[in-house]
């Protein structure tokens, strides 16, 4: 009897470290998340991206039960603060504002970018996105897509269109359109859209795709949107033709919807990445998100499966007009 409570003993004295530690390794498998989490934007606070993150940050702290912090690192177009993104651990806790020209531009531009858009960025969700239109100084004979092509045969050489910058979504896109109407015009670059848009109402420039920030021009009848870019109307000219209804073949695909959204480290355990994704949807959804942001555009989430789409269809797109020598960037 005594040998047989010895070898119980012996028993028990094996089996007590391993249940503690297996209790120990459950507790430091530690629930996410574990601290608070970062946004980091590529752009100086006050600016619509900075708005956006603080907002949603709100909403997903709550939903989370951490805080969440937003870290500005400007410059470069957003790279800065995608390669801080890159240096942090995967685990979640750092995730970052992205948008169309991060992920689907500066790739094809930027030779000295540092990391594969494709690869080592996984989009988690767009938080806005939506339709642009293009407009056109009032004193331009032209309310239409058809109207502005007969114009522009013949007129050769008279029209100029603006954009935000050499590179920037707005050349793009409005590139992508002219190719496809087989017409030209003369690109005039501008450091942001406000200065743009009043050379459009004073007929410096001819044509712009532009954004809801234009609206007060809309509205007093200063600039006319005559298309929309994307496949439904634009909020801030909701009467425009989209592009694609247009009746012209070669932009019967035709849809440009600039975005802007969130985005992690590829790497970290799908599980995370899963209750990120649907923390944030909860957050964009949200009355008080949808609220306080739809001055700023339509909110609209996605998968990171469909926004992986979206940022591939862009960079063929972009890729395709770039290899054609239709536009230079340098």
Known sequence: MTSFFHGLASIVSLLVPLVFGLASG?????????????????????????TMARIVGQQLSASLGQPVLVDNRPGAGGKIAMQALLKAPRDGHT????????????????????????????????GLRGPNVLAVSAALPVRNLSELVAYAK??????????IGNGSWH????????????????????????????????????????SGSAKAFLDEGKIVAIASTGSKPAKHAPKAQLIRDSGIAGVA??????????????????????????????????????????????????????????????????????????????
């Open 26 to 50: 459950t507790a430091g498998a530690q629930v996410f998340p574990s601290k608070p989490i970062t946004i980091l934007v590529g752009f100086a606070a006050g600016g619509p991206s900075d």
């Open 95 to 126: 995730i970052a504002y992205i948008s169309t020209s991060m992920m689907s531009i500066s790739p094809l531009v930027d030779t000295h970018l540092g990391y594969d858009t494709t690869k080592d960025i996984l989009p988690l969700t767009t």
């Open 171 to 210: 050349h793009l896109a409005t590139e992508k359109l002219l190719v496809a109407l087989g017409i030209e015009a003369t690109h005039v670059p501008y450091k942001g859209e406000t200065p743009a848009v009043s050379d459009l109402a004073a007929g410096v420039i001819q044509l712009m795709i532009v």
């Open 154 to 163: 013949a007129n050769p050489g008279k029209l100029n269109y603006g954009s």
């Open 253 to 330: 695909d035709y849809e440009e919807m600039p975005w802007i959204g969130f985005g992690m480290a590829a790497g970290a355990p799908a599980d995370i990445v899963n209750k990120l994704h649907g923390a944030l949807v909860k957050a964009l959804e949200s009355n008080e998100v949808q609220t306080r942001l739809t001055l700023l555009g339509d909110i609209e989430t996605s998968t990171p499966t469909e926004l992986q789409t979206i940022v591939r269809r862009e960079l063929a797109s972009n890729q395709k007009l770039l290899v054609s020598g239709r536009i230079k960037l340098n």
